[in-house]
């Protein structure tokens, strides 16, 4: 029997990929606040400093901001993804045998997938990551990380772009400001829509207006795709 997938009769899940302080959370909470309110959504790291509340390995890890390990970190990501569809995780895949994993994963699950791929300078990142003041954000393990990034995350991005029968790939430039960054995703999503909805949709249950107290057009820009795609979605429901 087919299945309808659940976003936009496209996606069955998002995966963000990005370094921390890229901002990838601020980009999570524009897609529910402005589009997806009930999407289900997590971060990798966030669900590992909970899990080290109770497991000193991964505990020392994450305070050191060493990769846990890949077995985990895959058998973490498929018990999210399988409980919570359609859902977002953040930070996932981070390197090349995590990226096979999650191929294997979306082949075997019959999914197609949004992989989000955010950029970020690394000054901006340290801006950021000093300006939250968490404990795991000194520089010694910002680098470390920076590095870490900068070394796996070309292979991983090389091994998505084999399947494009599995995913569907958006690239970000997260140095700008969040309201900029979230319209790019979202012109980038109509690109990806199929062009079919579109002329069906004469009745668009959405408005454009600038509010008061904005001071870029950009808000206004986001309320009004993300009305048109909420439009499509309902009429997908009603079908």
């Known amino acids: 029997m087919s299945r309808k997938p659940l976003l936009l009769e496209k996606w069955d899940f998002i995966v963000l990929l990005g370094e921390s302080g890229g901002g990838k959370g601020t980009l999570v909470q524009s897609m529910k606040h402005y589009w997806l309110p009930d999407l289900h959504s997590a971060s990798m790291g966030d669900i590992f400093r909970t899990k080290a509340a109770d497991n000193p390995e991964i505990k020392d890890l994450t305070a050191r901001g060493i990769l846990v390990s890949d077995e985990i970190t895959c058998n973490?990501?498929?018990?999210?993804?399988?409980?919570?569809?359609?859902?977002?995780?953040?930070?996932?895949?981070?390197?090349?045998?995590?990226?096979i994993d999650l191929i294997r994963f979306a082949k075997e699950n019959h999914w197609r997938v949004l992989?989000?791929?955010?950029?970020?300078?690394?000054?901006k990142i340290i801006e950021r990551l000093l300006s939250r003041k968490r404990q795991d954000d000194n520089l010694t393990i910002v680098y470390k990380r920076h590095t870490d990034h900068m070394n796996l995350h070309p292979s991983v991005m090389e091994e998505i772009r084999t399947r494009p029968d599995l995913f569907d790939v958006i690239t970000l430039d997260g140095n700008q400001d969040?309201?900029?960054?979230?319209?790019?995703?979202?012109?980038?999503?109509?690109?990806?829509?199929?062009?079919?909805?579109?002329?069906?949709?004469?009745q668009i249950d959405t408005t454009f207006q600038v509010c008061d107290n904005e001071t870029t057009i950009n808000p206004a820009i986001n309320r009004w795709v993300c009305g048109f795609l909420k439009s499509i979605q309902k009429k997908l429901k009603e079908q």
């Open 178 to 202: 969040a309201e900029i960054v979230f319209t790019s995703l979202l012109l980038s999503v109509l690109r990806l829509v199929d062009m079919l909805y579109f002329y069906d949709m004469t």
């Open 115 to 123: 992989v989000v791929d955010l950029h970020c300078r690394i000054e």
């Open 76 to 99: 973490v990501f498929r018990e999210f993804a399988l409980q919570h569809t359609p859902g977002l995780i953040d930070g996932y895949p981070r390197n090349r045998q995590q990226a």
